[in-house]
Every structure is written in C-alpha cells, then in structure tokens.
C-alpha cells in the first residue's frame, strides 16, 4: 500500500431526490462503518441529505459509489462532492440531528 492510498481525505457529500423519510441516514450510516470511514450524516432544511465523510481516496470511492445508489426505498437525483476541513478527533460515524 503506497502512501497515497493510506492519505485520509476529508468530503462533504449532498444527496438530493426523494433521500428523506426512507431510512437514507441509517443506510450511510451503516454503509460507512462496513468502509471504516469516519464522518457524520444529517438531514438538511432543503431536503437534502450532508455527508461528511474522511477516509482513503480507496474508501471514500466506496461510499460515493453507495450514496448514487441508496436504498431501496430513496431516489438519487444528484451527489454533489467537494473537498472539506477534517475535524480533529473525529474517529466514527454517526447520525446527526436524529430524532
């Protein structure tokens, strides 16, 4: 494994389509820690669903790949990607603003 591939990168994910009120949360949630990414998702005011996801380009591909398809019951209509800040200290998943 060179060192690029140990790099850990920090990206922030916006899901859009029908992507609340279908178990989405859970399915990043869970599909993140089968990767052994760290991060957080949320629900957004606008419907979207934020990911925030630091792990290898290698695991973070994974999650991308996932996100597109969601689960069963959601529809994807589009994932925006784009670089972020790590948060210091951040060492698992979670679901934020869960109620």
């Known amino acids: ?3 690029t591939e140990r790099t850990v990168l920090t990206r ?11 178990g989405f949360r859970w399915f990043v949630e869970r599909e993140a820690h089968i990767l052994g990414i760290a ?3 949320r629900n957004n005011a606008d419907s979207s669903v934020e990911v925030l996801a630091m792990g290898t380009s290698a695991q973070l591909a994974g999650l991308r790949a996932r996100l597109r398809e969601g689960p069963r019951a959601a529809r994807v209509d589009d994932v925006d990607e784009s670089d972020a800040k790590p948060v210091a200290g951040l060492t698992n998943f979670r679901i934020e603003g869960a109620w």
């Open 39 to 41: 991060g957080w998702v």
């Open 1 to 3: 494994m060179t060192s």
């Open 12 to 22: 922030r994910f916006v899901v859009r389509g029908r992507v609340q009120g279908v």
